[in-house]
């Protein structure tokens, strides 16, 4: 069995109460533990009369239900350590006990890839946990995740085997080798199985006369197809691809007359007769549906008179077909999503057209969400092996644990993460995830208006969203005294009953023996009277029965009268009891809200509290004059801690091959980032080196995990400025010979092309001239004509 110090402290604590009950018979005196000896704690026990009242008021409060003990029943038992004449037998002591855990089954993680007994896959440890748990005080517990290689996977191919599919059936008819290939990519142990959906065979969704019921094609191009059904279950689960091979083939298409289709109906059936097709208990379950199709839901059943609501009863005949089609509606998509989630199936929506995409993406973010992944397969589904690759990691690459506290609901929960090794927050889901470690954190906490009654112990159950491993928590409760070992008493509760040496009455009955009926004038009990002042009725804080003031939260005393210290809803800030408006805090924290923690973590980043320059208060360092920042290593100068850690970056560019440097206990460990963020509020220091004829500005953050200081930085290197210089002379000197190389070469070409172009004109010209004529020559002679000679006459 695996122990944490805190572990070690809650074995130790319930050793010695048990020891301390039996000292006192013997007389012995010893030291003992001074958060209990405390004079506060002491008085706080002696007010409270009752079993219950007494073991819920503190820790350190222990009470005697010995009929003729004479002592205070409810006390310090640490207080009286050295008495010798009040004590309590030891079998008659109601012995009290801190908030705490223990480990009770941690197995190791399976760290190999040829599973003999998938049963005892481990990804998750430890596997169980013993919690002692007290009203308004957490139990911190920390669990770790690791995928293992090749986790079982089952894959069931949903087929849309409507005319239209036709294109993309024909393809996966030709996949032959290439879906095995595409599995064992993803996992070596893996199944398949193969069903196809329609819709349900009656009006107004098929044609029911004769010919078009028995062929649906019939009215088409198509000439013959199979007859409609709503759900084939065609092949259970199997490691043989070559036999999915062969079912796929033996498929027809088929053909309905709208465009909504079955599906839903059909995923339901595969999720109900888990046993019938072959599920595993332990696999990384996905359902694919590859369709072109929109869905029917809950409440288009009655246009073909099915009308019941869907029951999670299988309805597979021996032959794999739906038998009662018509008897149950669509399912809702909150039920299948319910389904889903407690079956622990993924589905990947594999759709042909783009429109019909964004139908299932709206779908699939506001309903299936983690559960579901949407791809959009091109002509003929060519990219189907694609998309499932890509749905497989979407779902394999995350991890989110919950709890279900639907009949827990005095619990609260609260997980924290660290996803990337960087720090823990505040998130139950991790993506990314491969193969390395994730730890995570669950804060339980009964929450502080809990009514305890008779509540002694609860199991819960920490779940992974898609595998089926789980975390069982084992609860006990301290607050109902279970007085065992105890003798009765024989005391006569009339209404009521014995425990713990009284008489618990019923409601409406008060008195020592339960037997004086509550009176209105009871209520005269519940207010206070104080120098001639009344007060309202549980100063309106609670409700008053018989006599006695049942306060509400955050109040208490005995009218009522006090409020409690609460920070962010959390009386005393989750880190104590309250009592009569005080808070009493566990040794770990301090203040009038027990809001102030006495350790030091936060404050000490490498050994120096608060950089030596101020004081670590409430795990926060307040800094001395002119110093600032989380660990005071701010002044007007400089970063101390920058300074310190530059160094470490320096030796890292010179020496690559060692990168986790020391300093004191801690490993130095730089990271180069492609870009650097202030980590919580903590500045970004800067340096530079000089390496070579380079000039490299860093810029670096600094964080701390456990003995580890990381060191996340970004650099930026230029030439420098003499080796820039003499570079910068060359190419200058070598750009301008170029230059006027190409100038001289481009006068020389136009002075060419003039020449050729002047060449060309002249013999264009010459061209227009015969040797008889010369152009030069002017004719001596000279002609005119008489403008009469152009009028017609008649």
Partial sequence: MHSTKRENHFKLSRAFLLVIAVIPSLGVELSVDKTCNNTDINDLCSKHETCDACIQAH???????????????????FARLSETENKCPEDMLEKNFDSNYTISKNKHFTGTTDFVDKDEIVQIRPQKFEIILRRGEAVNISFTYKPVANYPLELYFLGDLSSSMLPSLEYVKKLGHDLPDTLKTLSKNYKIAYGSFMDKPGMPFYFTDEENFRNPCFATTMGSCEMGYLFKHRLNFTGDTHEFDEKIQDSQVTANVDDLDGALEAILQILVCGKKIGWSENSRKIILLATDSLL???????????????????????????S??????????EQIVTILRQKKVNIIFAVKTKKKMDYYEAMSRSLVKDYGFVGQLEEESTNILDLIKQGYNNF???????????????????????CDNTGYNETSTCYGVKNKEINFTAEIRLKDDTIMNDRYSDTIYIEEKNINETIEISISYVGNCKCQGGQKLGLNCSHGRERCGKCSCDSEWTGENCDKPCKGADLHRCRKEENGTISRICSRNGDCICGNCKCSYPYTGTYCEFKCPSIEGKICSGHGNCEDGKCFCRKEYEGESCSCSTATNNCDFDGAICSGQGKCICNQCKCEADFSGKYCELNKKNNTICEVYTSFLADTEKNETTRIKRHGIYDVLPVEKSSIEEIEGQPICEQVLFMGNYRCTHKFSYSKENTTILLPYTKYCTMTA????????????V??????????????W?????????YKKFLENQGKFSDAFNPLYLSPITEYENPQSRKNYK
């Fill in 396 to 418: 394999a690459e995350q991890v989110s644990f919950f709890v279900n506290l639907t009949n827990h609901e005095h619990l609260e929960v609260k997980f924290l993460a660290d």
């Fill in 324 to 333: 009662q089609p018509f008897k149950y509606d669509y399912p809702s998509m």
């Fill in 59 to 77: 820790w350190c409060c222990n009470f005697c239900y010995e009929k003729d003990y004479k002592g205070q029943k409810c006390n310090n038992v």
């Fill in 750 to 758: 136009r002075i060419h092309r003039q020449d050729q172009l002047e």
């Fill in 722 to 733: 003499s080796f820039g210089g003499m570079i910068g002379g060359i190419i200058t000197g």
């Fill in 296 to 322: 029917h839901m809950a409440g288009d059943g009655i246009l073909v008179g099915a009308v019941k609501r869907p029951t999670e009863e299988c309805l597979l005949d021996d032959n794999g077909n739906h």
């Fill in 735 to 748: 750009l301008t010979v170029l230059a006027g190389l190409l100038f001289i070469m481009i006068h020389k």
